[in-house]
């Protein structure tokens, strides 16, 4: 037998029916095929005799055997049969992403759970000293059931001849997935996977907010630190599928349910021609209104014209509207309902009221003279006629009672700042646990947050306005200079702009823990922890807090 004769109908070692030819890759055949002891669909890679890549394909199948996560696709059997070489996989029903981005990029909640998988999966691989080593549009698919599936995990290099790979190989590459997922482009100077090429500005990748509009912040950050070279704003670049999977999951939460159904996305690929009524096609995802909060802008095909939009309907009411008919006395004329209001009275009638109520508040009020004057005489001389001095009110009493934090938020204001500063960990800075952390991004050069803005910190929201007497910041690092800040004006607002707010505590180069104590305690809703000083880490400068307390 021959890689030729490998055809439908064929009985590949005496129990794979082969079905239909799937792709074909440098010589190399991929087949669907039936498992006729087990009755069950699958796929089946051959290699021709003699194939150079035999070696390369049989230690790929022993390292992708050993994977235990289920989102990839398991290697079920792998040997030669009269010469040639055959590799049989899992099949799993859906469309690969290829597919799904021919109708238009994802929203940012379908394109973040998805990356988030695949990175989950790749962590569990790499943890293993293994890579999938050819992640890609279309080594990534959208089950029926809606769960993601990696396919040809060590299989595909190795029929492609590109070698195990290595985790930061994976990582660059899910890089690219995302961004593909999020604009409809493909981060590289060519076009690929039936994508364009993302626009490029002064030799350096748009970042996908610059290119499609309604792109959440958060994932714009992530795709950044995952393609930038280097990231902007200094941050921190993502090189480890573990970093991809926290920085994703602070965004979109870390359930593994798929967000919701696909029905949009399948509607507007049908009207593209990218998808017809006979494909399988796998349930969808929808983006929550609070991640996305614009709508995405149309998508221009290479051809300049307007890619048709999904239709949306107005669910018909539940109960048909019925007019009802006027109510109707002997004489044929309408009855007023009996809630409807009367005719009021003249103006005659509303004077007189008036002058009644401000009449009863006039003896009310010397009543309540006479009164205070009685219990000043009797309470305010003693036998020596001397009166008590008036109460004086000071500052409120400190009783050192922890406050909660019922919720915070990164404070790196534009335009010094990019209006966001790693919000998936700041709730590890109120957790009550001392090996969670926040971490600004790495500044370059300078300690001042590389002189490019006067600080960054986190917003702590107390719920209502409470007397605070310290706050307390455990911090990661030495020399880490830091206020207190509390708003002007309004306490019980959370001003936007550094300008709204004003420090009522301060401490250079802190180690370990800083105590913010204001001059009197001051009563507020809302604090600002702000850092203007960052301790050295590695080649840059980098501030990390691991938790904050609030006393009265």
């Known amino acids: 037998m021959s890689n030729q004769t490998v055809s439908p109908g064929a009985l590949l070692a005496g129990r794979y029916r082969i079905a239909e030819l799937l792709a074909e890759i440098d010589g190399a055949r991929v087949w669907r095929a039936v498992d006729e002891v087990l009755s069950r669909a699958v796929v089946v890679d051959v290699l021709p005799v003699g194939d150079p890549r035999t070696n390369l394909l049989f ?101 492609r001849g590109t070698g195990p790979g290595s985790p930061e190989a994976d990582v660059r590459a899910l890089g690219e997935l995302l961004y593909a997922s999020l604009t409809g482009r493909w981060p590289g100077p060519a076009p690929a996977w039936g994508l364009q090429p993302a626009p490029v500005e002064h030799g350096r990748l748009l970042s996908p907010r610059q290119v499609r509009a309604g792109v959440p912040r958060s994932l714009d950050d992530i795709s950044d630190r995952l393609l930038g070279n280097p990231p902007r704003h200094h941050a921190a670049p993502i090189t480890s599928a573990a970093g ?10 870390s359930s593994h349910e798929p967000p919701s159904q696909m029905d949009e996305t399948v509607a507007v690929a049908r009207q593209n021609g990218s998808v017809d009524d006979a494909t399988q096609v796998a349930p969808a995802l929808q983006v929550p209104p609070a991640l996305d909060p614009t709508p995405p802008a149309p998508q221009y095909p290479p051809n300049g014209q307007t890619a048709p939009q999904a239709a949306y309907s107005v669910a018909p009411p539940t109960e048909p509207i019925r007019r009802q008919a006027p109510n109707q006395n002997g004489n044929g004329r309408r009855k007023p309902p009996v809630d409807e209001p009367r005719p009021r009275g003249s ?34 001389s003693d036998d020596t006629g001397a009166s008590n001095p008036p109460q004086t009110s000071g500052p409120p009493p400190v009783t050192n009672e922890p406050v909660k934090i019922v919720a915070a938020k990164d404070f790196d204001p534009e335009p010094d700042g990019n209006g966001e500063e790693h919000p998936e960990e700041v709730p590890n800075t109120f957790d009550g646990k001392a090996g969670t952390t926040w ?73 370990e823990k800083a105590e913010l ?30 938790e904050v307390t609030v006393q009265k």
């Not at 300078?446 to 409470?466: E, F, Q, S």
């Not at 007397?467 to 200079?481: F, M, R």
Request: aromatic fraction near 4%; glycine fraction near 12%.
């Open 244 to 253: 991809l999977s926290a920085a994703l999951s602070g965004v979109i939460g």
């Open 59 to 159: 230690d790929a199948a022993r390292r992708a055997a050993a994977a235990a996560d289920p989102r990839f696709l398991r290697v079920l059997d792998c040997d030669m049969h009269e010469g040639v070489t055959y590799c049989v996989r899992e099949w799993a029903g859906g469309r690969p992403l290829e597919r799904m981005l021919g109708a238009g990029p994802l929203t940012g909640q379908q394109a973040g759970w998805l990356a988030r998988e695949v990175s989950e999966a790749l962590e569990n691989l790499h943890r293993t000293g293994h890579s999938h080593g050819s992640i890609s549009p279309s080594t990534v698919v959208v089950t029926d059931a809606g769960a993601i599936k990696v396919v040809g995990l060590a299989t595909e290099a190795a029929l």
């Open 347 to 380: 103006w005659g009638g509303r004077i007189l009221i008036l002058l009644a109520i401000l009449a009863l508040l006039s003896v009310i009020g010397i009543a309540q003279f006479l009164v205070k004057g009685a219990i000043n005489n009797d309470q305010g």
């Open 439 to 511: 971490t600004t991004m790495s500044y370059k050069r300078r300690p001042d947050l590389g002189g490019t803005k006067d600080g960054v910190g986190i917003v702590y929201d107390l719920g209502a306005p409470t007397n605070v007497s310290l706050v307390t910041v455990n911090l990661v690092g030495d020399k880490t200079s830091l206020e207190l800040m509390v708003p002007k004006g309004d306490t019980g607002k959370s001003p936007a702009a550094v300008s709204g707010w004003t420090s009522v505590a301060s401490l250079k180069d802190q180690g």
């Open 517 to 546: 104590k204001p001059a009197e305690p001051t009563q507020t809703r809302y604090v600002l922890v702000w850092l203007t000083s960052l301790p050295k880490e590695g080649s840059g400068f980098r501030g990390e807090i691991s």
